[in-house]
């Protein structure tokens, strides 16, 4: 089935180490986000591309940046985790173009522990 | 800025019995709605739709009333099942945007 995938499922990485989490889509959205999701709280936008336009939240901070080499992949990159990075973070796309409502497609995440 | 609340963190529901989930929302140039359901260890995953240009929608199971003048949405889970238990979101969008808002969540427990 088509789908959103995220990889790893789940990833451990050590305070101020460079970590990068992976998100594929065979949808051909064009739109790909990046959300955070702590526990017991809503899903926060970090960031999202249309096409290849990227888009920051204001509120996002400069640790997080993200890539999108091609349609299909999407990355996030968590420069120097801090212990307040730990959390689920999820990867969704959608379709956009012309006047259309859509929803948004959801991967399961990839929590990230910080040690 | 504007965003998308709900007023019950938590409920609780006898099995068979019906759900009602609200959410209110503030931006009144939100026109597209929607209900995410999210299990444990899960990404939230797509219940249901309504555009602004409705007042009720139906799926299976589940049913979507859009209240435009008090601004609030609510979702009505019918014969509630333990697989039912789950956090639940809404979300809003604006004019085909590419934002969506979450609201804070109502987790739905089901008792036996």
């Known amino acids: 089935d088509a789908m959103v995938i995220q990889n ?6 050590q305070f101020g180490k460079p970590v990068t989490l992976s998100c594929s ?5 064009n739109v790909m986000y990046w959300y955070q999701q702590k526990s017991s709280q809503a899903p926060k936008l970090l960031f999202h591309y249309y096409d290849k336009d990227f888009n920051n939240e204001a509120d996002t901070p400069d640790n997080f940046q993200s890539r999108r080499p091609n349609t299909s992949f999407c990355f996030l990159d968590i420069r120097s985790p801090g212990l307040g990075d730990a959390a689920m973070y999820l990867c969704a796309t959608s379709p956009r173009g012309g006047n259309s409502n859509q929803p948004q497609h959801f991967g399961d995440g990839t929590r990230l522990s910080i040690l | 800025g504007e965003s998308v609340g709900l007023h019950l963190p938590t409920l609780s529901v006898q099995e068979g019995d019906n759900s009602i989930i609200n959410c209110a929302y503030s931006n009144s140039a939100s026109d597209y709605f929607i209900w995410y359901k999210q299990e444990s260890g899960k990404g939230p995953q797509f219940i249901i739709d309504i555009r602004s ?3 009720k929608r139906q799926g299976q199971r589940v049913t979507v009333l859009l209240n435009k ?3 609030h949405l609510s979702l009505q889970i019918a014969a509630t099942q333990p697989g039912d238990s789950a956090v639940y979101f809404c979300a809003e969008n604006i004019c085909y945007g590419q934002n969506f808002v979450f609201g804070p969540g109502t987790r739905l427990s089901v008792l036996p």
């Open chain 1, 8 to 13: 790893p499922r789940y990833q451990v990485t």
């Open chain 1, 25 to 29: 889509q065979t949808l051909n959205h």
């Open chain 2, 53 to 55: 240009n409705m007042d």
């Open chain 2, 69 to 71: 003048t008090v601004k």
